[in-house]
């Protein structure tokens, strides 16, 4: 294995390690999208949820679902925490894979086992979230000034990779669930991460690795601690106030005064109280540290000062994109449950046609997310933006950002309406789906890809890690509101009230995402309009 002061790799030359890490990334991806998207669909029919009566089961999979989720986007903060302060991004990465093996051998092992299934799914978000920080920074450090300028192939073969994995994972682990069961469902993506570990690890000796970084004096955290502690009279008690309500949020056992009083964690459930302490301690911290930031001016640099200013500009960004991914990761939740409820079309394939081109699971249906993706960057590139530009509206990151939420909106309002006629006793096929395929996939990738690039320009080189982890926390967060929705739909008195208004709580479900969508997208446009952008890329 290489250190970080070796001779560089031959110039201009692809270092000859990047193949063990692309390959690592294939073998993963088809792992990760293989067992996800067919989560929902195997719990709806599973042992593990027999306790659960059958109307609701379908509710307490998307609940799961979502926890599992949650927990993915945010473990990178530990795989970050790792790699920067003890480990180095070599050693996360290999050590979080195998906690990832063995999450998906208590997958398929543990079928009907709910204590050890739902073990793997915590070992697997632990070790998928993790190495997510670190794979591509990773890449990254494998490049110096000779051959900087194949980074962006590598990158691009990365993206392409990702998609690539996806879709085939999409459409044949749900036929592998029909057709031979959960134990190999669940054991293929299994093999495959295994598979991808041992290339991994084959690379191990030509790698160019970076050593932990020490303690920072002036790191994101340390400036607003010191900030916290600083505060005027005012941000002191916006910080209490916060850290009242974290406090009313955290489940703290038989002896816990705040449940006593409120009864609120009972009604979340612990994990959804634990993330929403997070969000309520995060949102009155920021404007307290916002307020004090002036006073340990002085005691760190100017421009660190100055740098945190910007993360907390760009957070307040973050808080409607939330809103986004809390609609786009339901295509493997709320929508899979929709099409169990359709007609599944039936193909006159060719005698020489495989079987396995025929659809057979409502779950095959999110195949159709990395095909749009891999479809629309190129035609946006080369159709939809020029063509903007023609009618005289410049694509700015921050329009295509707010396009991107409020497109999310419109695909739910199309899968409301489907809803609709389902409910109403209509016969759909399932490719009734493609629509709001389409208008989603749209929206992530207006959103997705911008986004991220976005907000890594506007952090400095030092904070571009702080801005990553604050972006994998938005889609935990996201994940927190569809549990909150659900739970409260639950509810007697919110369901007769849905009933009471001559419509189903599923379809209701669906239009109050659309409109929580259109919401966010006026509050992230109304903020893009004062957001002064600026540009932290460095220096040729």
Known sequence: ???????????????????????????????????????TDFLTKSAILVAVAETDRGQAAKEIFHIFVMGVYFFPLL????????????????????????????????????????????????????????????????????????????????????????????????????????????????????VATFIFWLGRKRYVVEPPRPNDPNAFSAICVAALGAGSTGARVI????????????????????????????????????????VVFLGFGGVAVWLSLERVRGKFPDEEIDGVRAVLRVLVLFVPVTAFWSLFDQKASTWVLQGKQMLLPVWDLPSWAPAFLQLKNASQMQSLNPLLVMALIPFNNAVLYPL?????????ALRRMTAGIALAGLAWIGAGLLQLRIDGGAQLSILWQVGPYVLLTLGE??????????????????????????????????GLWVLLVNKTVKGESATKAIEGAGIGVTSFQMFFFAAFAFAAALAFGAYAQRYRVVDHYRKA
């Open 1 to 39: 294995m290489s250190t970080a002061d070796s001779p560089p790799p031959g110039a201009g030359k692809l270092p000859p390690q990047i193949p063990y890490i692309i390959g690592n990334e294939a073998c993963e991806r088809f792992s990760f999208y293989g067992m996800r998207n067919i989560l």
């Open 79 to 194: 795989g970050g925490w790792l790699s920067d302060r003890f480990w180095g991004k070599y050693k996360t990465i290999f050590w979080l894979s195998l906690v990832y093996c063995a999450g998906n051998a208590c997958l398929a092992f543990f079928v009907d086992d709910k204590f050890g299934f739902y073990a793997g799914l915590l070992l697997i978000s632990i070790g998928s979230g993790g190495i997510k920080p670190c794979v591509s920074a990773f890449v990254g450090e494998q490049f110096d000034q000779s051959n900087k300028h194949l980074a962006k192939l590598v990158f691009d073969a990365f993206y392409w990779i990702i998609n690539f994995g996806s879709f085939f994972a999409s459409w044949l682990i749900p036929l592998t669930l029909i057709s031979w069961g959960p134990r190999w469902a669940f054991g293929i993506p299994g093999i495959l991460m295994f």
């Open 445 to 478: 990738v207006l959103l997705s890809a911008t986004g991220l690039e976005f907000a890594y320009s506007q952090a400095p080189a030092k904070l571009k890690g702080v801005i990553m982890s604050f972006w994998t926390l938005a889609v935990t967060i996201g």
């Open 388 to 396: 903007l530009r023609k009618l005289g509206v410049e694509p700015t």
């Open 239 to 278: 910080l209490g106030i916060g850290l009242l309500a974290t406090a009313a949020l955290l489940p703290l056992g038989g002896v816990d005064f705040w449940r006593m009083l409120v009864d609120i964690e009972p009604y979340l459930g612990t994990v959804q109280s634990w993330c929403l302490a997070l």
